[in-house]
């Protein structure tokens, strides 16, 4: 099995779709704050806010350069399936975008102030730097938290797996295996621990508990694979997003036309049930329950057989 170099990979968080899109923000947020300090000391033609005319051009522009933004995050969380991103590929996506944005300053510029005398080249060096400015402190911020998220995600799950081998009552099939994209195993879970798993775009959010914490886990993997993978364990999938274990299972209720699952933790909120999978849910609960009772009457035999072979050694 193919490991993957450690040191090759970004930290998963920073192709999360939700971190990527928040991500848009917290530079939008940033570059507000720049613009404060930096304009003052512009001699760009028309980048300030000090006028209604420059306010408005100022602001058409930030609005097309979020909308490149969030365009380019968007295609790399479908393209991150395709591409292995590492560092060097994540800079370089990084710096397409300024290149990009950069050169829609220049079209911009030329198209709203003709008269303007500076060159194109010089118009391009002063955009580039000034938006690798506003966007390289929040970025750097963004990576710094997220490498910070992945290790503290890892540094729980190892200590869950260090935990469990000191477990001797687990026992092989009561153990899930978790692969990557890659056919890596990330992790092994006792399925007891197992309570949901949410899917992400190209992730799976795994929810597990240790030590009466419940904890999480984000595995860069499809949900169709990780369901494939999972058919003969307790898991089952309730919803196009989420799988369930059915041995965390404390009821289903009723909400209007739709129904949720209550697992047994109270911190979980009530996962939805889709129509199209509830068949297959019930299913997985009655094969659950028949297992459970076909276990308890193999134990009430054995006890039987136990006492039997006593009473007989003793007479």
């Known amino acids: ?5 450690k040191n090759r990979e970004i930290p998963k968080f920073l192709l999360d779709k939700r971190y990527l899109l928040g991500s848009v923000v917290f530079v939008f947020t940033f570059s ?4 404060a300090v930096y304009t003052p000391f512009s001699t760009t033609a028309w980048f300030n806010l000090e006028n209604s005319e420059h306010f408005n051009m100022t602001t058409a522009f930030y609005v097309v350069a979020l909308a490149i933004m969030f365009i380019s995050k968007l295609l790399m969380s ?3 399936s395709k591409i292995n991103f590492t560092p060097y590929k994540y800079i370089l996506w990084v710096l397409a975008e300024i290149i990009i944005i950069s050169l829609f300053y220049i079209q911009f510029t030329y198209t709203f102030i003709p008269t303007i005398e500076e060159s194109t080249g010089h118009l391009f060096a002063k955009a580039f730097g000034c938006i690798l400015l506003i966007i390289a402190i929040p970025y750097t911020i963004l990576t710094l ?6 290790k503290t995600e ?3 799950m190892l200590q869950y797996e260090m935990s469990l081998t000191n477990e001797p009552s687990v026992m092989y099939p009561s153990l899930v295996n978790l692969y990557d994209y890659n056919g890596t195993l990330k992790l092994t879970i006792n399925s007891d621990s197992l309570y949901y798993m949410e899917s992400q775009d190209n992730y799976v959010k795994i929810y597990y508990e240790n030590h009466d914490k419940l904890l999480s886990y984000m595995l860069r993997s499809r949900t169709k694979t990780i369901e494939e993978n999972l058919v003969d364990t307790s898991m089952v999938r ?3 997003s989420y799988m369930v274990n059915v041995m965390k299972i404390n009821h289903i209720k009723k909400g209007g036309k739709a129904r949720y699952i209550v697992l047994s933790n109270n911190e ?3 996962i939805p049930v889709s129509k199209s999978y509830f068949k297959n849910l019930v299913e997985k609960i009655d094969k659950y329950n028949s297992s459970v009772l076909s276990k308890r009457h193999e134990k009430s035999d ?7 072979i006593n009473v007989s050694d003793s007479e």
């Open 145 to 150: 938290y997220a490498a910070y998220k992945s």
């Open 32 to 35: 507000i704050l720049f613009m």
């Open 154 to 156: 890892e540094l729980e």
């Open 302 to 308: 054995e006890t039987t057989t136990i006492e039997e």
């Open 78 to 80: 479908q393209m991150q």
């Open 238 to 240: 309730c919803h196009r």
């Open 1 to 5: 099995m193919t490991k993957i170099d």
């Open 268 to 270: 979980i909120k009530p």
